[in-house]
């Protein structure tokens, strides 16, 4: 089919703060926001059911075979907000800013996404001599222009793909090295991510790189079907595999740190698996062996179970490990706190990552990643409720949390999204991050109005930290519905 265009019409009021203009864009998860930008561009497909009008999944299945070629979709989108950057304990001066975020996406069924735009804030107050119109921080590097793109895709959820765009709570594989890695935590670096997906034979590859502009972390996961290779191919692939994977960070953009290379091997089995009428249920245990390549003495093990079930209207991951560490090696050390951690650390240690001792010990890993729908989930695009959670507790008293929780109510016409990031709880030197974020769609759903809020923390040439908040609320228009 040919490509189907609806252009909107944009009038957008801004509106005025308390004292000037208020600021801005808070980190998202991953998921929640390859979500969003997928919920934004996909048009109801052919045999896909209204809300409350479930289709049986013989006649899903039918309507999907009669068109089985997509059609491109496209979204346009606007958002005008009036933005305040403030300074917290006394640090650095307040800011204001109007920001407008043009958007425009384009999609073929769930194999390609291709989405534009950036938010571009111009100065209202603020900022001290010499400061432009422009906050220069958000375009001072070469990898700030990988912010224009918000997702690229080619592949989808197939094994071969590719995904380029802002990384949010990413997990390379088995996630001991990176886990729920974002490469914006850092509110004056706004990089491109890529990640490659890739199978041949018994062998299942991904790659990543948290910036395509500039030398900064990248690693891969390389992961053996042993089945396969012993017995030929399965008819269900991957009960048993083995993994190494391998990550280093440059430390040379987004300020500089030093250089960390980590490795791992892994083991999985796959237990339990049951699946029948669009329900599933598996659970597997892994067990793994990670160091610090040319550092005696740095390694770390870990074991574990995971659970994962899927119905139509449920799907559910879960985790459980038990993790030992020596040397100053730790599983999930590229993790949502590392784009901070790598100039200062969590805790009483205020030295860069790549320089603290991580105390030796153990500690207990929980994950629980949930998505439901009252209705039906529908690939990434339907989400009421949307659960992300990660729980680590240590042996010697430290505690680290991350989180999202999103949901939609009202007909989906309200959502409402709260993060946070606590690291090093109950230890001095604790550091915590939250954000928070309203959208209230009207007038049929294609205007809404938004409100943003939270924590940030800047670093600064000296290699600390600098806290701030930021607010924003602000009009947008679409063509979503």
Do not use: C
């Not at 439901?372 to 339907?382: E, K």
Request: aromatic share 8%.
């Amino acid at each position: 089919m040919g490509m189907r265009w609806s252009w909107a019409v944009v009038l957008l009021l801004l509106l005025p703060g308390a004292g000037g203009a208020q600021e801005a864009i808070t980190p998202e998860d991953f998921d929640a926001t390859v979500r969003r930008l997928e919920e934004a561009i996909s048009d109801k497909s052919p045999g896909e059911e209204e809300e409350g009008e479930a289709q049986p999944e013989e006649e899903a299945s039918a309507s999907a075979t009669v068109d089985s070629t997509p059609p491109w979709t496209n979204l346009l989108r606007m958002d005008a907000a009036t933005l305040t950057l403030l300074p917290r304990r006394s640090e650095g001066t307040a800011e204001g800013f109007v920001q407008v975020e043009p958007m425009v996406a384009l999609g073929k069924g769930e194999s390609v996404r291709l989405i534009l735009g950036t938010p571009v804030r111009l100065r209202l107050w603020g900022g001290g001599e010499g400061a432009g119109l422009v906050r220069k921080e958000d375009w001072d590097t070469l990898s700030d222009w990988g912010q224009v793109v918000r997702l690229f895709m080619v592949g989808g959820a197939t094994p071969n793909s590719v995904w380029l765009g802002m990384m949010e709570g990413y997990s390379l594989l088995s996630g001991h090295l990176v886990r729920r890695y974002g490469n914006r935590v850092n509110p004056n670096y706004h990089p491109a991510g890529v990640i490659a997906t890739g199978t041949l034979g018994p062998v299942y590859a991904e790659a990543f790189a948290s910036d395509v502009l500039s030398a900064r972390l990248a690693g891969a996961e390389v992961a053996l079907d042993v089945q396969h290779v012993l017995f030929g191919r399965p008819s269900v692939p991957g009960r048993y595999t083995l993994a190494l994977s391998a990550v280093h960070d440059w430390g040379r953009v987004g300020g500089t740190s030093g250089a960390m290379t980590l490795a791992h091997l892994d083991a999985t089995a796959v237990v339990l698996r049951r699946g029948r009428k669009g329900k599933r249920v598996e659970a597997h245990l892994l067990g793994g062996w990670g160091g610090r390549p040319g550092e005696g003495g740095a390694w770390g093990a870990v074991a574990g179970v995971g659970v994962d079930a899927l119905t139509p209207t449920v799907d559910m991951r879960t985790r459980l490990e038990g993790r030992l560490q020596r040397g100053g090696f730790r599983q999930g050390a590229f993790g949502p706190d590392y784009e901070l951690a790598r100039f200062q650390v969590a805790g009483p240690a205020s030295v860069p990552l790549a320089e603290a001792s991580f105390p030796e010990g153990a500690s207990a890993y929980g994950e629980v990643i949930l998505s439901w729908d009252a209705v039906r989930l529908s690939g990434m695009r339907q989400r009421h409720l949307f659960l992300s959670l990660g729980v680590e507790a240590f042996s010697w008293g430290r505690v680290d949390v991350d989180g999202r929780v999103e949901a939609q109510l009202f007909h989906r016409n309200l959502t409402v999204g709260v993060g946070g990031l606590a690291t090093a709880m109950g230890q001095p030197g604790a550091r915590y991050l939250v954000s928070g974020e309203a959208r209230w769609r009207f007038l049929g759903g294609n205007l809404y109005t938004l409100g943003q809020g939270g924590t940030l923390l800047f670093p600064t040439p000296e290699g600390t930290l600098r806290p701030g908040a930021f607010a924003a609320v602000g009009l947008g228009v679409d063509n979503a519905r």
